[in-house]
Every structure is written in C-alpha cells, then in structure tokens.
C-alpha cells in the first residue's frame, strides 16, 4: 500500500505543522489504532464508530489509518483478531459436552464485551489467525468424541447458535427504542383468550420486563438454556450416529 504522510503540507503562507514529537503526541503505530478501536467498540458497539472518529482518538489525521493498517473494514478485522485472542480454550481433554459448555459460557463474556463482534465472527471465521486454534481444537474433540463427518456440522451449529444468541443481546441494548419491552404492550397480550398462545408469552414477558432484575437475567438464562438444548441434542444425535 502507497505511504501517507501523517500530516497535509502547508498550504501557501501557512506554517508547516509541526510534527507529532515536536507536539509532545506519541508515534501513531497500527497497534495504538487497534487499541483505540478496541476502546470505541467497548464504548458504542463495532458498528457505531466512523474511521474519522478512531482517527480523532489517536489524534491523527484519516488517511494515517489507511497508511498504517487500511480502510475500515480492516480495522474491523483487526479488532476481531484481538478479541478472538481474549477467548480462553478449554483443555482438549475435557468430554466433548464439558469442553463447550466451557467454551461457550467464556465466549459469550468476551463477545459481549465487545458489542457488534459476535455479529462478525461467524462471518469471518477462519479468515481470523486468532480463531484458528478454537476451530481447530473445537472440531478435534467433537471428532475424538465419536461424530465424525458430523463433526463440523456440529461446531457450527453450537458456535453459530452462541454468536446469533449474543449478536440478538448486542441488538437489545443497542437499540432500546425499537424492542418492544413494554410492560404495557405485554400486559395487553397477556389477556388475549382467543389466542392462548400469544397470551401465555404475553404474560412469560410482561413478568420479566417489569422487574428489572429479572430482566437483567434473562439473557443469560436463555443463553445457557439454548445451549443446553443444543447439547443435548447433540448427544442424541450421537446415538444415531452409533446405534
């Protein structure tokens, strides 16, 4: 990729602007960049900060990001290959339903530290260095465990279903204007009698949504309640595989 200078030259009658060390600033480096978009995607989500707000951050000018690692989309990968390495890998010795129980429960913490990865990392996948040895391992045990060909098949069904569980949460919080949570919408569904079962989820979600706490524990009960089904299912699944 062509170089780009860090600061424009000086138009006629201006001052050369004097360089980042004369300013008392830091050198720009791609890992400061990654480290400031790291930081906005904590703050406001992956999807909700602009190339000229991460060159705001690290106070340089738009054209040092795409000099130092490239538009944004690579940024994006950066920072997934940064939070792909934060995911901590079970023991390769654990049985197969321990080892992603583990895995999946440690997951979505760092996922969700991140709002708007867990969107992108099944998207990326193998592309990303640092997901590689998760890959690896997690379709390694899933084999040794007895689901041969079925093994990949398996390793996407969980590690899909725990991103799309955390990428649903991501959008809960990101946009709360647009969730219809409230007790009243709810309270209304809950006395439909000629539609038992619209009434019976009116009346599940209005006891959630009106106590916070409950709320707030909601998504990790669902969470770990899916990926226990899906477990369980495929350990059914093992005993087609080996009648």
Known sequence: MAGAPESPSPLPGQQRPR?????GLPAVTAERIVDAALRLTVERGLDSWTLRQLASAVEAYPAVIYHHVGDRESVVRAVIE??????????????????????LADLRVVLRRYPGVARRFSLYGPLIPSIKPLIDRGVRVLQRDGFGEESVTAYNLLLGTAAALVS??????????????SPEVYAEARDTED??????????VYERVKDPERLAAHFTEFYEYSVQVAIDGLERRLTRIHP
């Open 19 to 23: 360089s980042r060390f004369a300013a």
């Open 82 to 103: 940064r939070v792909g390495a934060e995911i901590p890998l079970p023991d390769a010795g654990l049985h197969w339903r321990d080892f992603y129980w583990q895995l």
């Open 168 to 181: 649903k949460e991501d959008d809960h919080f990101a946009q709360p204007l647009i969730k219809p949570d």
């Open 195 to 204: 539609q038992p079962g619209l009434a019976a989820l009116g009346r599940n």
